[in-house]
């Protein structure tokens, strides 16, 4: 009895060793940070004592934002651009493309490295060679030009600008669900398709009805964080254009006025509005799934 | 399993379209790589389209010598690029393997909360932290610091619930036996189980690693004077405005991606068999 006290003492001893600085890191930089948010939200310098005072001012300027000034409407209606961009067409595309490398398409192995590619280079680099591309002496503006006579702003025109990002985000972006969809698909039972394509079942039949259901669990957790970042929904605009020509987002909105204007309890209370917002959408989206494929863990 | 003629246009038109897509993706580092060996200058200004000729590889080596942000050359530029992405993924991993294993194979009152808030963090979407953060760094004085680093001690999140799955699925028995051995807990977590975790470990590291090198936004919110190599562009390209040297930029550029692309190329392996998700319970 005494032996196994002590035992479950040393037990207990080890788990708070190994947790004890995780657990304060998290409070710290995670709680610490997010109740710090909420209070931000309900906060504003005070012009005449330089200080902070409590106030509702962030949300009735948010409102005003929304419903008389363009700034945040605009950065939300860019945003479900992204979201819807990244969801009806990076998602799908993204899948088969996992598909045909999951079917060893001749030279996968060359195509899988170069598909995620664009994820593990810098976005500030493949911006910097983009944006060259396109401009009026790269490449694609000189071929432009020959071919119209005419030259496109493409990153310095409201009508381009945003559709040029979008463009840029698509393209780089099919691939960087690789890894976890190749990862998901590798563990699909060889036996169970050979098995259907024995029974005589087709290409396409064989992703949607064998590998899409089996990979399920993935991709649905692959849906899940894409609604999570709902409004997180955004191109490199402080790469491509800081913004201007009618291309801010929300998170690139937040971001500007930290990291130009100091700003501090306005965007938090912006932010606070669309976490709750995000919030019930995310869980909905996630009991979706479970009522679709229960949970498995544990 | 032979294929159909039908399957056999589907496979040769995919191919084609694969084709296209990996040269849309390669053309751009074609083009750097050209640009890289021009000349700086009028000829380069009027005629960013035509191949290099002649070759002025000594452009890699100026890029280490010219490229400045901040006050900081090319150099410590790369050291702290290799302090903030190596610092951070090493805190962040040890973190969440210390965690994953614990809440995984310890029974102990907040077990079940812990996964629970694993979970909860990944699936609840937090907008308006940025500002918040800021503050918090301003007073702890992490801002412009190297010690800016252990804020990525926090052991929840995707990492977490990765290796949480990978301890699940480890047989206990080689723990047991050793336990039986008279060996302590710390003996086992170190020298048992994380060799065996190594693979899972290494996967979400490189990944983790090189993200963070490709990091541009939080070192330049939080690190301003410590530019990354992926900061530092950005700021040198708002520094220079149109008086950049073009080739030698793109030469930093080129030279800022060969660690992670070489990484990547040695561990691809690894990193697609130990890394899927495979959905979430809680």
Redesign the interface.
């Known amino acids: 009895m005494k032996k196994e006290r002590s035992q479950r003492s040393?037990?207990?001893e080890?788990?708070c060793v190994?947790?004890a600085?995780?657990?304060?890191?998290?409070i710290?930089?995670?709680l610490?940070?997010?109740i710090?948010?909420i209070l931000?939200?309900f906060q504003q310098i005070d012009p005449l004592t330089g200080g902070t005072r409590w106030t509702f001012e962030n949300f009735v300027m948010f409102y005003e934002d929304i419903i008389v000034n363009d700034t945040i409407l605009g950065a939300l209606k860019n945003t479900m651009i992204f979201f819807s961009a990244n969801l009806f067409i990076g998602m799908p595309v993204s899948y088969l493309l996992c598909y045909?490398l999951y079917?060893r398409?001749?030279?996968y192995r060359?195509?899988?490295?170069?598909?995620?590619?664009?994820s593990?280079?810098?976005?500030?680099?493949?911006v910097?060679?983009?944006k060259?591309?396109i401009s009026a002496?790269?490449?694609i503006g000189?071929f432009l030009y020959n071919q119209t006579g005419m030259y496109f702003p493409f990153l310095k025109d409201s009508r381009y600008a945003l559709k040029t990002i979008l463009t840029y985000s698509l393209?780089?972006g099919?691939?960087g669900n690789i890894?976890?969809l190749?990862?998901?698909m590798?563990?699909v039972d060889k036996e169970i398709i050979?098995a259907a394509?024995?029974d005589g079942v087709?290409?396409f039949r064989e992703m949607g009805n064998i590998v899409f259901p089996l990979t399920w669990?993935?991709f649905?957790?692959?849906l899940?964080?894409t609604f999570?970042?709902?409004?997180?929904a955004s191109g490199p605009v402080?790469?491509f254009t800081k913004g201007e020509y009618q291309t801010r987002t929300?998170?690139y909105w937040?971001?500007e006025?930290?990291?130009f204007s100091?700003?501090?309890?306005y965007?938090?209370?912006?932010?606070?509005v669309?976490?709750l917002i995000?919030?019930p959408i995310?869980?909905g989206i996630?009991k979706i799934?479970s009522l679709i494929?229960p949970?498995?863990?544990? | 399993?032979k294929k159909?003629l039908?399957?056999k246009i589907?496979?040769a038109i995919?191919?084609i379209i694969?084709l296209v897509?990996?040269l849309?993706?390669?053309?751009?580092?074609f083009?750097?790589i050209m640009?890289s060996l021009k000349e700086n200058g009028r000829a380069y200004?009027?005629?960013?389209?035509s191949l290099p000729w002649p070759m002025y590889f000594g452009n890699y080596v100026k890029a280490f010598k010219e490229l400045e942000v901040s006050n900081n050359n090319f150099f410590q530029m790369v050291f702290n690029t290799i302090w903030y992405a190596g610092g951070c993924t090493v805190l962040e991993i040890l973190?969440?393997s210390?965690?994953a294993?614990?809440v995984c194979r310890?029974k102990?009152k907040l077990r079940n909360f812990f996964y629970g808030l694993s979970v909860f963090?990944?699936?609840?979407?937090?907008?308006?932290?940025?500002?918040?953060?800021?503050?918090?760094f301003s007073i702890l004085g992490l801002i412009d610091s190297r010690f800016y680093i252990?804020?990525?001690?926090?052991?929840?999140g995707f990492s977490f619930l990765i290796l949480y799955?990978y301890y699940?699925g480890v047989s206990w028995n080689y723990a047991e036996a050793a336990f039986i051995d008279g060996a302590?807990?710390?003996s086992v977590?170190f020298k048992i189980m994380q060799p065996m975790a190594m693979p899972s470990v290494t996967a979400i590291a490189i990944?983790s690693f090189?993200g963070l090198?490709?990091d541009?936004?939080a070192p330049?919110?939080f690190m301003p004077n410590l530019p990354t190599?992926?900061?530092g562009?950005?700021l040198y390209?708002k520094e220079t405005q149109y008086m950049a040297n073009?080739p030698i930029?793109?030469a930093g550029?080129i030279i800022?991606?060969i660690p992670?692309?070489t990484i990547?190329?040695v561990f691809?392996n690894t990193?697609?068999?130990?890394?899927?998700?495979?959905?979430?319970?809680?």
């Open positions: 040393r037990e207990l080890f788990v190994m947790m600085l995780p657990v304060t890191g998290f710290v930089f995670w610490i940070v997010n710090n948010s931000f939200a045909f079917k398409v001749f030279g060359f195509y899988r490295f170069v598909f995620y590619l664009p593990i280079i810098s976005e500030a680099v493949l910097i060679l983009f060259q591309i002496k790269g490449p000189v393209l780089m099919f691939g890894v976890l190749s990862g998901a590798s563990q050979e394509r024995i087709g290409l669990p993935t649905s957790t692959l899940l964080f999570v970042s709902l409004f997180a402080l790469l929300i998170s937040i971001y006025q930290v990291y100091k700003q501090l309890y965007p938090s209370a912006v932010g606070l669309f976490t995000g919030t995310a869980l996630k799934n494929i949970d498995v863990e544990d | 399993m159909t039908g399957e589907i496979f995919v191919s694969f897509y990996a849309v993706i390669l053309y751009p580092f083009f750097a640009s200004i009027n005629d960013s389209v973190s969440s210390a965690i294993y614990c310890y102990f963090i990944m699936i609840i979407p937090i907008y308006g932290a940025l500002p918040s953060s800021y503050r918090l252990v804020s990525a001690i926090n052991g929840f799955a699940k302590s807990h710390y977590f990944m090189v090198w490709n541009y936004s330049l919110l190599l992926a900061s562009l950005v390209e073009q930029y793109f550029a800022s991606i992670v692309v990547f190329i691809q990193i697609m068999q130990n890394v899927y998700a495979g959905g979430l319970k809680g």
